[in-house]
């Protein structure tokens, strides 16, 4: 099974001089294990676009 994840629509940043963070969104049937939540957030600890791409993509390729 391949995981297709489009990086650019889950780098959120809370203010337009603050870090990157990495919104993951928790699957409707494993959401009883993390206290019934939607999603999380990783800080990428990293204000440039393009390293929070690349950065993203490592975490992603990661979890596999």
Do not use: C, W
């Not at 990428?44 to 390729?61: D, T, Y």
């Amino acid at each position: 099974k391949e995981l297709l994840v489009t990086y650019r629509s889950y780098l959120v940043r809370k203010t337009p001089n603050s870090s990157y963070l990495l919104r993951i969104k928790i699957p409707q049937d494993l959401r009883f294990y993390f206290s019934g939540r939607n999603d999380f957030t990783i800080s990428l600890k990293n204000g440039i676009h393009s390293q929070s791409l690349v950065f993203a993509q490592i975490l992603q390729l990661s979890q596999m």
